[in-house]
């Protein structure tokens, strides 16, 4: 497949059973210590959901310092959460612009598939391009700078080179910045959405008649172009109002949107 117009990298195929009947999508939980009622939410909905897979499309957590914070406290119950689930039904993560550093043979090593970014869901006759959504917010030009001097192989290496106290200090310093910009206005026009000529050309590279994808806290459905919708996950939080958790389920008949305690029920 040809490269998605330099901003996205070729899609893998994921092609499913065709034996499932509900995939369950969720991203933007941002899971951390200041946020346990969004764990326990997260953690019920993990042990209990009806769906045969449940795909995660980024930021699981507000930081993941590398595959050695399993040994802390609050990751390692997050980790175990993940394993317990992946025992019952079949769980996918895609990492997104917070937990980049949950890397392909540790999420194997809890039995969770790891999906690139863009991933090409088959299913059903359907054909659903899955990407976080970072990478396609290109307005945001000082945000896709940092993004690329975080995914270079040379600054992840010097991060990880330091000790796991240090990386769970900065990461600390990063989750206190973006509660701090959580509680700011948007600036005018609001904050940085995905631009819809690159997501049309990736879509169509890619021979995808909709788009899944989260990052933005914009939940909802809209049209990119004539026939060509997207569908944005909600962010998930519990803890501050107003609170807000939602799981997209697609079937072979369409989509719903479910609260995650619904999503409990076939």
Request: charged share 20%.
């Amino acid at each position: 497949m040809p490269s998605l117009t330099g901003v996205l990298p070729p899609a893998s195929d994921w092609a499913v059973p065709e034996a499932w009947q509900a995939i369950d999508f969720i991203s933007d939980l941002h899971l951390s210590e200041a946020l346990p009622r969004t764990f326990d939410a997260w953690a019920a909905y993990m042990q209990d959901t009806a769906a045969d897979a449940v795909v995660i499309l980024g930021d699981l957590f507000e930081f993941w310092p590398g595959s050695d914070a399993v040994q802390l406290d609050f990751e390692g119950r997050c980790i175990e959460v993940l394993r317990a689930a992946a025992r019952s039904r079949s769980v996918a993560l895609m990492v997104g612009n917070r937990d980049f550093l949950l890397t392909p043979a540790f999420l194997q090593d809890i039995g969770v598939m790891p999906l690139g970014d863009p991933t090409l869901l088959l299913a059903w006759k359907q054909r659903v391009l899955l990407t976080h959504g970072d990478a396609l917010c290109l307005a945001d030009s000082a945000y896709q700078q940092f993004r690329a001097w975080t995914r270079n192989p040379a600054t992840q290496a010097d991060f990880l080179g330091r000790p796991l106290a240090e990386r769970v200090k900065l990461g600390a310093g990063i989750r206190h910045a973006s509660e701090a910009g959580r509680r700011q206005a948007p600036p005018p026009g609001g904050w940085a959405d995905l631009d819809p000529g690159a997501a049309v050309a990736c879509l169509q590279a890619a021979g995808a008649t909709w788009l899944l994808h989260g990052h933005t806290h914009r939940p909802g459905a809209s049209l990119l172009a004539p026939g060509i919708e997207r569908q944005v996950l909600s962010d998930w939080d519990r803890d501050d109002g107003p609170a807000r958790a939602e799981v997209l389920r697609l079937r072979r008949d369409g989509i719903t949107r479910l609260a995650p305690d619904s999503a409990t029920r076939a």
